[in-house]
């Protein structure tokens, strides 16, 4: 038998450090938020304009 041990080189088992959260990608829900909050409320009074003009045009 041998005494040295099973494993002679250190080998490194730590996963690779994760990126700094400045460098990460934004997950959802957090990407443009001011533009999808403009967006969604201009897109919800446009139907509701459409929805109260639509009599008037003849549409119902």
């Known amino acids: 038998m041998s005494s040295l041990p099973a494993h002679s080189s250190r080998q ?8 700094p959260s400045d ?3 934004p997950g ?7 533009v999808t909050v403009a967006v ?12 109260l003009v ?3 045009l003849g549409g119902i």
């Open 12 to 19: 490194e088992l730590d996963p690779p450090a994760p990126e």
């Open 23 to 25: 460098h990460q990608v």
């Open 28 to 34: 959802l829900g957090r990407a443009n938020s001011d």
């Open 40 to 51: 969604t409320l201009g897109v919800g009074i446009g139907v509701i304009v459409f929805l």
């Open 54 to 56: 639509l009599p008037y």
